[in-house]
């Protein structure tokens, strides 16, 4: 079975910029996620999408990041504009169900650095 | 609002030798907790989880977990340490139904041969 899919792996800009990260998620999972990890932190949920619908995006930071999932499938997460301290990981996960009991299962992220 | 706690930022442990991992948590209701791995530039391994039932969890790799409801811990073990195991670990916790899963900071486990 394929994993959740991310690219790029490693993105550098420079801040002010705008960039997007792009998921695949395991096929057949309705649900899926987009996290941050902070360099010595653990990840923090940004947007939570079931099929295309947003079922919680209250850490999203909604001025200046943007997230889709159009056809229920694919999901993109954009920055515009970019910030110092958006400088991170970005992991993409997808589950088989929004169920509090459905394990989550990640992709390998993209690295973000802000200069 | 739930949270969790892992105390080490750092363990320690020469191969061959037990290991434990902390995680202490809180919820306001019934948590579903989880254990996920990290290797250097991968994504999160799901390692194990409790929902409901036996206290004592068995999952991947010879890991295992024991549901403290008392103590509200759920620590990570394993009987003998192998070097492969030198990772990140973090303990996730969810308050029920359907709410966001909450990590910890991530506690790294370094296996000395």
């Known amino acids: 079975e394929a994993g959740v899919a991310q690219s790029p792996r490693y993105k550098i800009i420079e801040k002010r910029q705008s960039v997007a990260f792009w998921c695949n998620p395991i096929?057949?999972?309705?649900?899926l996620y987009w996290y941050q990890q902070i360099l010595g932190q653990g990840p923090k949920l940004l947007i939570q999408f079931q099929n295309n619908g947003v079922v919680d995006d209250s850490q999203l930071p909604k001025d200046r990041f943007s997230a889709e999932r159009l056809k229920g499938v694919d999901s993109t997460l954009k920055i515009q504009p970019a910030k110092l301290e958006d400088s991170a990981v970005y992991l993409c996960?997808?589950?088989?169900?929004?169920?509090?009991?459905?394990?989550?299962?990640f992709g390998p992220g993209t690295r973000l650095t802000v200069l | 609002a739930q949270s969790v706690a892992q105390p080490e930022d750092q363990v320690n442990v020469a191969e061959g030798n037990p290991l434990t991992v902390k995680c202490t948590y809180s919820?306001?209701?019934?948590?579903?907790l989880f254990w996920y791995v990290q290797y250097p530039n991968r994504g999160l391994q799901f390692l194990l989880k409790?929902?409901?039932?036996?206290?004592l969890v068995k999952g991947s790799y010879g890991f295992e977990a024991e549901f403290n409801k008392s103590q509200t811990s759920f620590h990570l073990k394993k009987p003998s340490a192998l070097v492969s195991d030198s990772a990140l670990y973090f303990c996730a916790v969810r308050d029920g139904g359907n709410t966001p899963l909450v990590f910890g900071k991530g506690t790294r486990l370094s296996v000395i041969a």
């Open positions: 096929s057949g999972h309705a649900t």
């Open positions: 996960a997808s589950a088989i169900a929004a169920s509090g009991v459905s394990e989550q299962f």
């Open positions: 919820v306001s209701g019934n948590p579903y």
């Open positions: 409790y929902i409901t039932g036996d206290n």
